[in-house]
Nanobody, 120 residues
Framework: QVQLMESGGGLVQPGGSLRLSCAAS????????MAWYRQAPGKERELVAG???????NYAGSVKGRFTISRDNAKRTVYLQMNSLKPEDTAVYYC??????????????WGQGTQVTVSS
């Protein structure tokens, strides 16, 4: 069974930093695109950042210049370095992966994710 496990969330003051990790485990045939999403209370889930297997990246406009996505293919892990955090970055963060068989996470239920709270 394929699993994606996020970690690294927490409570941080505005202007602070966090580094999220997401490790993929199980039988995955070809990891292509890896991405971070977030969902704030009462809002739709949104794409935060993505990275291809050629290390091409894309970011939501609201995080560009503050967040950096990276990946370690040997560890099947994707990271999200978040700097200059703002209260509006508060959300549950999730990762998702496109393999040769499509998206690993599908539907509405993506599990627990990792909570990021930015507050003084």
């Amino acid at each position: 069974q394929v699993q994606l496990m996020e970690s690294g969330g927490g409570l941080v003051q505005p202007g602070g930093s966090l580094r999220l990790s997401c490790a993929a485990s199980g039988s995955i045939f070809g990891i292509n695109y890896m991405a971070w999403y977030r969902q704030a209370p009462g809002k739709e889930r949104e794409l935060v950042a993505g990275i291809t297997n050629a290390d091409h990246t894309n970011y939501a406009g609201s995080v560009k210049g503050r967040f950096t996505i990276s990946r370690d293919n040997a560890k099947r892990t994707v990271y999200l370095q978040m700097n200059s955090l703002k209260p509006e970055d508060t959300a549950v963060y999730y990762c998702n992966v496109v393999s040769n068989t499509g998206w690993i996470r599908r539907g509405d239920d993506w599990g627990q994710g990792t909570q990021v709270t930015v507050s003084s």
